[in-house]
T-cell receptor
Framework: EDQVTQSPEALRLQEGESSSLNCSYT??????LFWYRQDPGKGPEFLFT???AGEEKEKERLKATLTKKESFLHITAPKPEDSATYLC?????????????FGKGTKLSVIP | KAGVTQTPRYLIKTRGQQVTLSCSPI?????VSWYQQTPGQGLQFLFE???????NKGNFPGRFSGRQFSNSRSEMNVSTLELGDSALYLC???????????FGPGTRLTVL
């Protein structure tokens, strides 16, 4: 069974204080690992897809990296508008594997 | 390009009733997936449709069903509602099942 564990559950940062969110996963074969951002009362917003170990992707203050067992979302010099819940999900290989398996998320609060 | 739309946005029902939720995917997207999001369980996969065929179903009782139309629009139905069905129901579309999924704003269902 595919499993995704995110840590920490919640994180409070001062504006400008860089940090990383962790996503550990167990999957028989990885088709892709996805990062989403979700604001209260809204649907998840797509951020990144990573396909293989060693891959990195960047977008503004966010950088996602992938190893064979985990992914990190690095946040550099965060701003209050980066406050949200960040979700990690995996999609497995194999016939019939179309769904995403999500972690519970990390709730990030950036204090001015 | 218009995003994924879901109707209605909010719904209040009583136990024993049934409900139908609607999802219109991004133009050109043929895969539609449904997820249930609750504070305790997070995002859980319900089912996925591609070209009017259900290809994958999550671990939910038979009271949860869905369908997809020839224009890729999708509906999900929940019969004999229970209090535990109160949740945010999210629809996501993708060009095909191997691409990133884009989520709609969700339908907030409250069962009294």
């Amino acid at each position: 069974e595919d499993q995704v564990t995110q840590s920490p559950e919640a994180l409070r940062l001062q504006e400008g204080e860089s940090s990383s969110l962790n996503c550990s996963y167990t999957v028989s074969g990885l088709r892709g690992l996805f990062w989403y951002r979700q604001d209260p009362g809204k649907g998840p917003e797509f951020l990144f897809t990573l396909y293989s170990a060693g891959e990195e992707k960047e977008k503004e203050r966010l950088k996602a990296t992938l190893t064979k067992k985990e992914s990190f979302l690095h946040i550099t010099a965060p701003k209050p508008e980066d406050s949200a819940t960040y979700l990690c999900a995996v999609q497995a290989t194999g016939a019939g594997s179309y769904q995403l398996t999500f972690g519970k998320g990390t709730k990030l609060s950036v204090i001015p | 390009k218009a995003g994924v739309t879901q109707t209605p946005r909010y719904l209040i029902k009583t136990r024993g009733q049934q409900v139908t939720l609607s999802c219109s995917p991004i133009s050109g997207h043929r895969s539609v997936s449904w997820y249930q999001q609750t504070p305790g369980q997070g995002l859980q996969f319900l089912f996925e449709y591609f070209s009017e065929t259900q290809r994958n179903k999550g671990n939910f009782p038979g009271r949860f069903s869905g369908r997809q139309f020839s224009n890729s629009r999708s509906e999900m139905n929940v019969s004999t509602l229970e209090l535990g069905d109160s949740a945010l129901y999210l629809c996501a579309s993708s060009f095909n099942s191997n691409n990133e999924q884009f989520f709609g704003p969700g339908t907030r269902l409250t069962v009294l």
